[in-house]
């Protein structure tokens, strides 16, 4: 691994915060056309609601459809720890020191595995 993946690897976390911002923005802009949306309609003018209503399902569509990118993307991009893991357990997996493992570590290992987990099915 070079120092530039680890660099990426590291970033990943960041990248997910921008997308998130990005999708909370554009769900708040799917919200905001659509009160202008329903807004136009009560307007006192024809023409001013037709124009506000123009406006409004613009900054509604733009607003949904940066909202579907954006969460998509935050979805498929995995975060630092989930980038560590996908790096780490394949390298200690096909690692032969690992494999060559008695099995008497390997069922102490499972019993301290089941330790924890009913640790933490009590919290």
């Known amino acids: 691994m ?11 976390d960041g ?3 921008l997308f998130g911002g ?8 799917t ?11 009560i307007s006192c003018s024809k023409e001013q ?4 209503g123009r406006v409004g399902r613009r900054m509604a569509m733009w607003g949904a459809l940066t909202s579907v ?3 998509s993307l935050l979805t498929l991009i995995p975060t ?12 200690i997996v096909n690692n032969e020191d690992v494999q060559a493992l008695p099995p008497e570590l390997a069922k102490l290992a499972r019993m301290k595995i089941d330790e924890l987990l009913r640790e933490g099915e009590k919290k």
């Open 22 to 29: 990005l999708l909370t923005a554009g769900l708040t802009a």
């Open 15 to 17: 990248v997910c915060t």
């Open 2 to 12: 070079t120092h530039f993946e680890m660099y990426l690897i590291t970033r990943l």
């Open 49 to 52: 609601g037709a124009r506000e």
């Open 31 to 41: 919200i905001i056309g659509g009160i202008i949306i329903a807004g136009s309609s």
């Open 80 to 91: 630092t720890q989930d980038m560590a893991l996908i790096y780490a357990v394949p390298a």
């Open 69 to 71: 990118i954006f969460g």
